[in-house]
C-alpha cells in the first residue's frame, strides 16, 4: 500500500510539475506574441520617420497593410511636414543672405554686401528679419558713404 501511495504522489507531483512548465510556456508564448507585435509596430513607425518616402518608391508590405483612416492621417502629417519644410528652408534662405551681406560688409566689400541684400524679398519678411534687413542695410549705407567721402 505504501508503493501504491508513494506512486500516486509520485504521479501528482509529475503531473503539477508538467503543469507549471506548460502554463510558463504559455506564458513565455503570449509575451513573446506581444512583444513581436510592438517591436513591429515601433520599427514601422521608426521607418516612417526617419527614412523619407519617394514618389517613384513602391509600397512596402507594412504600408499595404495599413487601414485608409491611417493611410489618410500618414498623408496629412507629411503634407504638415512638406509644409513646415518649405517654410524652413525659406528661411535658411532669408538668413543666409543676411549673413553673407554681413560678412562681405566685415570683408570691407559693402558693393557685394548690397547685391547679397537685394537677393532678399522684404515685403515676406517676419519682423525679426525685417529688424536685421534693416540693420544690415544700414551698415552698408553707413560704409558706402564712408567709401565716397574718401
Given at each position: ?72 492621417r500618414l498623408g ?75
Amino acid at each position: 500500500m505504501d508503493k501504491q501511495k508513494n506512486k500516486n504522489s509520485q504521479n501528482r507531483s509529475m503531473f503539477l510539475y508538467t503543469a507549471l512548465i506548460f502554463a510558463v510556456a504559455l506564458v513565455f508564448i503570449i509575451l513573446a506574441f506581444f512583444g513581436q507585435t510592438n517591436i513591429s509596430n515601433l520599427r514601422r513607425s521608426a521607418d516612417l520617420a526617419t527614412s523619407p518616402v519617394a514618389a517613384s518608391e513602391e509600397p512596402d508590405q507594412t504600408t499595404v497593410t495599413e487601414s485608409p483612416e491611417e493611410l489618410a492621417r500618414l498623408g496629412n502629417a507629411v503634407s504638415a511636414l512638406e509644409a513646415e519644410n518649405s517654410s524652413l528652408k525659406k528661411d535658411i534662405e532669408v538668413y543666409s543672405a543676411l549673413i553673407n551681406a554681413n560678412a562681405r560688409i566685415s570683408e570691407n566689400n559693402p558693393e557685394e554686401a548690397a547685391a547679397e541684400l537685394e537677393k532678399v524679398n522684404y515685403d515676406l519678411l517676419s519682423s525679426e528679419e525685417k529688424m536685421l534687413y534693416e540693420q544690415t542695410s544700414k551698415r552698408i549705407d553707413e560704409k558706402l558713404n564712408k567709401g565716397e567721402e574718401k
